[in-house]
């Protein structure tokens, strides 16, 4: 039974818009499934040590070049996502490699990515007449919204779909990445560069091919973003902050598990809504400084996050039974 339980979970993932058509649940389900991709993106290099505190920058490129691309070149976003997902690989590999070439590792390469994303926040916010700086920015809507050349629905069924066949991609990737080569050779990097070296492992190729996928994945999931909100802001897409939510649901949920970002996702989006709920504008912000409360409450109890600590629950319950 536990064989097909994934598929049967799948199915009824997939029959769940022809059954339940409440848009506002659609809404939140839709946005837990893209920031699920975007949290697992962080979570496939994250898991190996590489601390990033800059995918809130990849996930801003990935969001603003293709509106741009798509408002000022009139390129559809079939193309400039690709276009958004390269722009990223790039950036990724000119700030990384350095990094890894010169063995700067550990809280000195958090800094580094640190100041990219705010890098990538600052132009941004002091480009406005391009990009409409801290007010935010509309792609072009066309034929009423709702055109597959433009990547625009009006129907939430069809994004619902469209995010949950990224969001498993995300989970297959991070399945692949796990049952790799890869991943063995990244698990000896992060105990020990020398000895890993040592033994015959390329150590900058290696962290940097990890870093380029987690970039990509992540401005791919900000172009998303940007396609079924149609509308960004350096606060909501870019930014320091977003790079810190990213770091808390992936802690929370479990950052050695594959669905441990999205259940960090599925807490950190209900968490926002329902303060923005019950609050109003008066929580603007609150949703930061209970992830930070909270963040440190799961690093000092539960390290592994919640996914985590279930699964060690089981075994050890099996393990006393037998």
């Not at 389900?29 to 994250?46: D, E, K, Q």
């Not at 509106?67 to 722009?87: E, K, M, R, Y």
């Not at 050695?256 to 809504?273: K, Q």
Request: glycine letters at 10%; charged letters at 10%.
């Amino acid at each position: 039974m536990t064989r097909y339980l994934p598929w049967i979970v799948g199915a009824a993932l997939i029959a769940l818009p022809f059954v339940y058509r409440s848009p506002y649940p659609m809404h939140i389900l839709i946005i837990i499934l893209i920031w699920s991709f975007a949290y697992t993106s962080w979570s496939v290099m994250g898991r190996f040590g590489l601390v990033s505190l800059g995918h809130g920058g990849f996930m801003g490129v990935g969001a603003y070049v293709t509106a741009l691309a798509w408002n000022h070149g009139h390129v559809s976003p079939w193309l400039g996502i690709p276009l958004a997902v390269v722009a990223s690989a790039v950036l990724a590999a000119v700030v990384a490699y350095p990094c890894f070439r010169f063995r700067i590792t550990g809280h000195y390469f958090a800094l580094v990515t640190l100041a990219l994303s705010g890098i990538v926040l600052q132009v941004i916010t002091a480009t406005r007449d391009h990009t409409g700086g801290s007010l935010g920015y509309t792609p072009e809507r066309y034929q009423g919204g709702s055109s597959l050349w433009a990547l625009q629905f009006s129907d939430k069924t069809t994004w619902y779909l469209i995010a949950l066949g990224v969001w498993a991609a995300g989970l297959f990737v991070w399945n692949r990445v796990d049952r790799s080569m890869l991943r063995y050779a990244l698990e000896a990097i992060s105990e020990d560069e020398d000895a890993a070296a040592a033994t015959g492992v390329h150590v900058t190729a290696e962290k940097l091919k990890i870093t380029v996928l987690s970039a990509t994945m992540t401005a791919l999931a900000g172009a998303l973003y940007c396609q079924y909100q149609m509308f960004i802001s350096p606060d909501t897409v870019s930014g320091i902050s977003v790079s810190l939510q990213m770091v808390f649901a992936v802690v929370v949920g479990g950052i050695y598990v594959s669905l441990g970002p999205t259940i960090g996702a599925v807490i950190t989006i209900l968490l926002a809504e329902i303060l923005r709920i019950w609050f109003g504008t008066r929580a603007v912000g609150w949703d930061n400084l209970v992830y930070g409360v909270l963040l440190v409450l799961f690093i000092i109890f539960l390290p592994k996050g919640i996914v985590g600590s279930l699964l060690d629950l089981r075994r050890r319950l099996r393990w006393t039974s037998s």
